[in-house]
C-alpha cells in the first residue's frame, strides 16, 4: 500500500511539476532563478530548521541523518530502522506590490521525491527536487503609458542526489550527498517602438536558451547526547564547497509583429554568433554554503532550536544574463522553530499523536538590485497527522507559511506571499531479523 501511495503522489506532484511553473516571482528574473528550499514540509514548517533528525522522517538538508542508532520504537524493536519515503508539493499565492499597482500570481509545484534505506550503521539516501525555479512575465511602460518592453522567463535547475551517513559513535553521525544538477532556463525580452504613438509594423525580440548541468557535494555532521534523563542536546553542521555549472547557451534575435491582445507573431528569426562573442559555453560558479544549528528538548515530546547558514554569493556571475543594476553579496539566514507532541505513545489516540509545528526565518538573499538589499522572511505553522498503521508512524504533513520578500523602494517590487505545502512521510520494514530457523 504504501508503495502505491508514493507512486501515485510522485505522478501527481510531477504533472503539476511540467504543467506549471515552480514560481511567479519577478526575482526569478535574476541569476538562475529562486534558490527552491531544499528540505521537507517538516523542516519548512518549523522556519526552515534542518538540525534535528529522528528515526521516521528523512532530513534531505543534511546527510548525515540517513545513518542513526536504533531507537526501540515498535515495531521494530530496536533491531533495524524503518525505510523511510517522502514525497512533496506546494502552492503559492502571491500579492505583488509596486509604486505603480499592485498584481496577484500562483504557481503550484513538486518539491521533492526521496528514499533512505538503513544498512547497520550506513543509510542511503537519493531522490529528486528542484533547485532553483524561473516563472516570471515582466512589463514596462513608455511615458504616454503604452508597452515598452516585456520581459519572460521560464524553467529551473533540478536536482538528482545520492547520499550515505555512517554512524561514527553513539550519538555521532557523517555523511555526505552528491548532487546531479541539470536543467535549463529560457527567456525573451520584447522590444517595442512606436511612430508618433503608434506601433511600427515589426518590433524586436530576443530569445536565450541556456542547458545547465553540474556536480557538487554536500557534507554533513550530526551530534545528539542526554543531557539528563529527559533533556538531549541536538546539533548538526553542513557544508556545500564552491562549485561550476556548465551552461550552453543559444541567442536568437526575431522580427515579430503584435496583435491586438499583445500575442507575438514570428516573422523571421536570426541565430546569434555566441561562439565568436565567446559566450557559446560559460561557467556559473555555485557558491558555497556553511550552515549550523543547536537546539533542545525531550525525546519525542518537543524541541526548540536554532540555525543559521552563510552563502558566498558575492561569487555567482552570470556573464549571459548580468546587468548593471545587480550586484550580488554575501547571504545569510537565520531560523527558530521546534515541534510539540501531546503523547508519541498513545497508540489509541488520533489526536494525542499529531505533531504540532511552528518556526520563524529571516534571510538575507544576497541580491542587490539599484543598491536595494533584498531581504526575506517567513513565519510558518504546520502538523503532522498519523496515517495508515499507527505502528508504523507514518504522517501526512501539512505546512502553512506567511511572509514577505523584497521591497518597493528604487522602483522594485515587494512579494507579500502564502505557501501551502503537502507531503506524505512515510515508513516500512524491509530487513527483519528471524525470530526462527
Known amino acids: 500500500m504504501i508503495k502505491k501511495l508514493v507512486l501515485v503522489f510522485a505522478l501527481v506532484f510531477t504533472i503539476f511539476n511540467y504543467a506549471q511553473e515552480g514560481t511567479a516571482s519577478p526575482y526569478s528574473f535574476y541569476g538562475i532563478g529562486n534558490l527552491k528550499f531544499k528540505g521537507t514540509v517538516e523542516n519548512r514548517s518549523m522556519g526552515g530548521l534542518s ?41 503559492t499565492s502571491q500579492d505583488l506590490k509596486s509604486n505603480s499597482g499592485t498584481e496577484k500570481a ?48 521560464e524553467g529551473g535547475v533540478n536536482k538528482v542526489f545520492f547520499g550515505l551517513g555512517y554512524q561514527i559513535a553513539k550519538g555521532l553521525t557523517a555523511g555526505v550527498d552528491v548532487h546531479y544538477n541539470f536543467g535549463n532556463i529560457q527567456n525573451s525580452t520584447l522590444i517595442v517602438q512606436y511612430d508618433n504613438g503608434v506601433p511600427t509594423q515589426y518590433q524586436s525580440s530576443e530569445r536565450n536558451r541556456s542547458d545547465l548541468s553540474g556536480v557538487n557535494f554536500n557534507f554533513g555532521l550530526s551530534y545528539k547526547r542526554m543531557l539528563n534523563s529527559k533533556l538531549e542536546l541536538v546539533s548538526g553542521m553542513t557544508f556545500t ?9 543559444e541567442r536568437s534575435i526575431s522580427t515579430v509583429t503584435l496583435s491586438a491582445t499583445g500575442q507575438e507573431f514570428v516573422v523571421n528569426t536570426i541565430q546569434s554568433d555566441l561562439q565568436a562573442m565567446g559566450l557559446a559555453e560559460t561557467e556559473l560558479v555555485l557558491p558555497s554554503k556553511f550552515a549550523f544549528g543547536a537546539g533542545i528538548g525531550q525525546p519525542r515530546k518537543w524541541f526548540v532550536g536554532a540555525e543559521t547558514s552563510f552563502q558566498k554569493t558575492s561569487k555567482f556571475s552570470n556573464q549571459l544574463y548580468g546587468t548593471n543594476a545587480t550586484t550580488y553579496k554575501d547571504a545569510y539566514s537565520l531560523s527558530l522553530g521546534g515541534f ?33 538589499s533584498i531581504k526575506e522572511f517567513g513565519i510558518s505553522f504546520g502538523v503532522g497527522l498519523p496515517v495508515g498503521d499507527a505502528r508504523l508512524l507514518s504522517n501526512a504533513n501539512l505546512g502553512f507559511e506567511i511572509g514577505k520578500r523584497g521591497t518597493t523602494n528604487s522602483n522594485l517590487i515587494q512579494e507579500n506571499f502564502i505557501n501551502l505545502q503537502l507531503s506524505l512521510s512515510l515508513n516500512d520494514r524491509w530487513f527483519q531479523k528471524r525470530k526462527y530457523d
Do not use: C
Not at 564547497?241 to 547557451?249: A, K, R
Not at 504540532?356 to 542587490?368: D, H, I, K, M, S
Open 51 to 91: 538540525i534535528y533528525n529522528d528515526s521516521i522522517h528523512m532530513n534531505l538538508r543534511n546527510p548525515a541523518s540517513y545513518a542513526g542508532e536504533n531507537v526501540g520504537i515498535y515495531p521494530f524493536n530496536g533491531e533495524s530502522r524503518p525505510v523511510k519515503f517522502t514525497v512533496g508539493g506546494g502552492y
Open 106 to 153: 500562483s504557481s503550484t509545484t513538486f518539491d521533492y521525491l526521496a528514499l533512505s534505506v538503513p544498512v547497520g550503521k550506513f543509510g542511503f539516501g537519493f531522490g529528486l527536487l528542484p533547485y532553483t525555479s524561473v516563472g516570471y512575465k515582466l512589463e514596462s511602460l513608455n511615458n504616454d503609458g503604452n508597452l515598452q518592453n516585456r520581459f519572460k522567463g
Open 241 to 249: 564547497p564552491e562549485s561550476n555549472l556548465i551552461s550552453q547557451n
Open 340 to 372: 510539540y507532541i501531546p503523547d508519541f505513545n498513545s497508540f489509541d489516540s488520533f489526536w494525542e499523536r499529531i505533531v504540532y509545528r511552528a518556526g520563524f526565518r529571516q534571510e538575507e538573499t544576497g541580491l542587490n538590485i539599484n543598491n536595494e
